[in-house]
């Protein structure tokens, strides 16, 4: 469906959930994942990406995510408590759907 027929259709809000599999990890993957969400997505995405996942959080970072908040100890993970990051990117409507 186009962006803009949606746009005068939708009022919904949306989740979903992506990752890499681990094989492709390092490939470019996880971006390439967001950007149909953003071509899709109004007003604007957020996601959750583990603090101590540098390599997500830097190619997040040059889609347009920016951080917004933290869950501290989120996760229990190998014996350790990690903090989830809350990142955020903004997505305009079409001209005139806004």
Request: charged content about 25%; overall charge positive; hydrophobic content about 40%.
């Amino acid at each position: 469906m186009e962006r803009q027929a949606l746009a005068a259709k939708s009022t919904h809000r949306g989740t979903a959930t992506t990752g890499p599999l681990p094989r492709a990890r390092g490939r470019g993957a996880g971006p390439e994942a967001i950007r149909p969400l953003l071509d899709y997505a109004f007003d604007r995405v957020w996601l959750e990406v583990f603090a101590f996942n540098d390599r997500a959080r830097h190619a997040y970072a040059r889609r347009g995510f920016r951080l917004e908040g933290r869950l501290r100890h989120a996760l229990y993970w190998a014996g350790e408590r990690h903090d989830t990051l809350v990142m955020a990117a903004p997505n305009e409507p079409p001209a005139g759907h806004g």
